[in-house]
């Protein structure tokens, strides 16, 4: 049978590999927890992909057709997987510097642990809204925030969760990212009208969201008392050269990011720069690090190049402190590149056989009115986040299948657009194996499901979305089946 013969596979068909993948996951998850993203969540993933195989080749794929899925697959996800790579080296020579310890020493003499969780999700929303990225400013503001909350006794979950809400609320909102970009653009609309409708729905998740920290924060009791935060400004001050000078380095990446300087060279830039100010400011660190003290030259170049590839890691005379110093570069990051990999393995496979095509086909026959065609779409991005392991296939793919019913039923591509970001572009980072959540998770040092309860706008946005829908706010529709669109509002 030619693959021009394959036959239309069956729904029961192309559900087995995501059945399976669910099934295997979760008791992978009950037997390993948090040690499964080392490496069995990926033998999972390569399995699934193996039934998909087996599906697809009984239906009529050629080999060849599913092969080369798999390598689009993968290479749709080199842009992120290197990323990946000069975040690890980025953390590194950040920690060498001290450009991370002297955030968490200035951030410890501001915050405090009642307004910390609120203060962490709209200073992160308000730096990835300036430069359009949540994997960047996760990357670097995020991990100083952990440290600081970690500091004054927040549990990671909670202080992942706030970082988490705040950067994708600002690369929601941000017209200089990728994804908010992406998602007028498969939907037939323009960046300004996305942005603004986007808006309703965004804006009260994000209040709730905030409102939800406050409350947390009122009402927990503080596990770090003032005192005890004395010791840690004494180790970090004791052991590094604490300068507000240092903030030139994050400001930098900043600047270059909202001059719209692409994501990886403003990372090696960030990660070089870092080097640099190690060398001139923590020479002590150096010698620590590179174990030489008769050649600062050499100490210099073997400390940084540890940095950027490998784990280092600074002592100093607190305990706790020991463990916010210790950085994996990129060589910490592999876990992950692999966890990636095998995601874009089985997404490929489903994704070329046209399983994953036949299982939405069948949910689209199921949305009937305006509420429930939102829904419908909404509940697609997740599953294409859980299926395909990527955000821009959750935009992609669902935005083209949806256009052409959105635009029969008379309502305007704004509607698909905000639905596309509400339930794809913020639950990726929800999904351990996505290639958000596994990076976030990898630079955080927080799993997933730790700070998945926690991460409240990513979680309530697509059901904001979806209340929207249901109650006709806010919809806007065709007029005489054209591009010009009116708002239907209920009065």
């Excluded at 604490?242 to 692409?262: E, M």
Aim: with cysteine.
């Amino acid at each position: 049978m030619s693959a021009k013969e394959a036959r239309k596979p069956t729904f029961t068909e192309a559900i087995i590999p995501v059945a399976f993948l669910t099934v295997l996951i979760s008791i992978n998850v009950s037997i390993f927890g948090a040690d499964s993203l080392d490496g069995s969540n990926q033998i999972v993933l390569i399995l699934s992909a193996t039934v998909g195989t087996i599906v697809a080749l009984r239906i009529g794929i050629k080999w060849e057709q599913l092969q080369k899925g798999i390598v689009n697959s993968i290479s749709n996800s080199m842009a992120a997987i290197l990323i990946l790579l000069l975040i690890g080296s980025l953390a590194g020579t950040w920690l060498l510097s001290g450009v991370v310890p002297a955030m968490i020493y200035y951030g410890l003499q501001i915050l405090n642990p009642t307004i910390f969780l609120v203060a962490a999700c709209i200073v992160s929303a308000i730096v990835s809204l300036v430069t359009g990225s949540s994997w960047s400013t996760v990357a670097t503001l995020g991990v100083a925030l952990l440290g600081i909350g970690t500091a004054l006794g927040i549990p990671v979950g909670m202080v992942g969760g706030a970082i988490i809400s705040g950067a994708y609320f600002g690369d929601k909102m941000s017209p200089l990212s990728d994804t908010t970009n992406l998602a007028p653009a498969m939907a037939g609309t323009d960046l300004i009208t996305h942005i603004r409708y986007l808006a309703w729905t965004t804006i009260p998740s994000i209040l709730i969201t905030i409102i939800i920290f406050l409350i947390i924060g009122l009402t927990r009791e503080p596990d770090a008392a003032p005192e005890d935060i004395t010791p840690i400004l004494n180790a970090i001050s004791g052991t590094f050269n604490i300068t507000p000078w240092l903030f030139l380095v994050p400001a930098l990446v900043i600047t270059l990011i909202t001059q719209k300087v692409p994501a990886i060279p403003a990372l090696l830039i960030g990660t070089l720069a870092g080097g640099f100010f190690a060398i001139f400011l923590q020479p002590h660190i150096i010698e620590h690090v590179s174990n030489i003290t008769d050649n600062f030259s050499l100490a210099s170049y073997i400390a940084v190049m540890k940095a950027m590839y490998t784990e280092i890691s600074v002592e100093t005379d607190h305990e706790m402190v020991n463990n916010l110093l210790v950085t994996g570069g990129m060589s910490g990051m592999l876990n992950t590149v692999w966890l990636i990999i095998s995601a874009m393995i089985f997404g490929g496979v489903m994704e070329s056989s046209g399983l994953l095509q036949r299982i939405t086909e069948s949910v689209i026959k199921l949305a009937h009115s305006t509420g429930s065609l939102v829904a419908t779409t909404a509940f697609t991005c997740m599953f294409f986040n859980v299926t395909a392991s990527d955000q821009y296939l959750s935009i992609v793919v669902p935005g083209r299948m949806f256009a052409n019913t959105y635009h029969k039923r008379n309502l305007s591509p704004q509607n698909l657009s905000r639905t596309l970001e509400d339930g794809g572009t913020v639950t990726s980072v929800l999904v351990p194996w996505n290639t958000c959540g596994a990076t976030q998770a990898s630079v955080l040092g927080v799993p997933t499901l730790v700070f998945l309860p926690y991460a409240f706008f990513n979680i309530i946005s697509p059901f904001m979305s979806i209340f929207f829908a249901y109650m006709n706010i806010k919809i806007s529709r065709l007029k005489n089946n054209n591009d010009e669109a009116i708002n239907k509002n209920p009065t």
